[in-house]
């Protein structure tokens, strides 16, 4: 994951920001609002984020992120049952599917501004805020055979000192256990590069990566061992498409109108 985030922020900052490329002749928005969704590549796991953007002047916005994300421990290994042809995978070994549910605030400056059609604007962000995690416990289903040599399934939860790979068949359904969910309240900050590249002005297009912080009160059950944390320093790059908002005339900005030209 580290190797893949190194390859993609050199490709991003090596694009001949310079060049000269097709005049832009499109009506320009003033004042900047925007509008993206997000799709978020985590070292430690992935997620989908929804951001408003208020400008405050000629550089700098306001910046609103809600983030929903999926928490993996880096022991994860999915395998098979291999006695058993047709069970499905499992992470042997995970008591727990952890999400984060994260809001934050912050501001994005604009370094280099796009110049023509075929150039790049590039900003930094930061913002930070309240995080949420919640655990959902997994259930298994695991075989007991019986004296006839036959077996029967029973729905579990892992159990380290009673369970092997042999012992387990599948999961249980994902719907399985969301009755069970604990919470676990943290706080989170990030920073990073955003790179917008877009050819319409009035629609967003832009690859961000960056790292964040984030902390809870107690350790993430995500596997059944000593090495659950409840501090992560993580890596990320993000994909985002949006609009750009004119509070002045919304409906020339709004998504039918941008997407779904005639």
Request: glycine share 8%.
């Amino acid at each position: 994951m580290k190797k893949l985030l190194t390859i993609l922020f050199i490709v991003a900052v090596s694009i001949p920001l310079y060049s000269q490329g097709d005049i832009d002749e499109q009506d320009k928005i003033f004042f900047r609002n925007e509008r993206t969704v997000g799709i978020n590549l985590n070292s430690n796991g992935f997620g989908i984020s929804y951001r408003e953007g208020k400008r405050i002047d000629f550089l700098n916005k306001r910046i609103v992120d809600i983030d929903l994300n999926i928490i993996k421990h880096p022991k994860e290994i999915r395998l098979s049952n291999p006695y058993v042809q047709a069970g499905g995978s499992f992470v042997f070994g995970k008591e727990n599917n952890v999400y984060s549910l994260r809001g934050s605030i912050g501001n994005q400056h604009e370094i280099f501004k796009k110049q023509d059609l075929g150039g790049i604007a590039i900003r930094y962000f930061y913002s930070g805020g309240p995080s949420l995690a919640f655990a959902k416990p997994i259930y298994y289903n695991v075989l007991y055979y019986t004296p006839a040599n036959t077996y029967e399934i029973k729905q579990e939860k892992f159990n380290e000192d009673i369970h092997s790979p042999a012992d387990i068949y599948n999961k249980a359904s994902f719907f399985k256990g969301f009755d069970e969910l604990t919470v676990y309240p943290g706080l989170y900050t990030r920073a990073g590069f955003n790179f917008e590249y877009s050819k319409e002005d009035k629609i967003v297009h832009a690859v961000e990566l960056g790292a964040s912080v984030e902390a809870y009160t107690k350790k993430l059950p995500i596997m059944a061992t000593d090495d659950n944390r409840a501090f992560f320093l993580t890596l990320f790059v993000s994909y985002r498409i949006g609009i750009i908002i004119d509070p002045y005339n919304p409906e020339s900005t709004s998504v039918p109108t941008l997407f779904f030209k005639r």
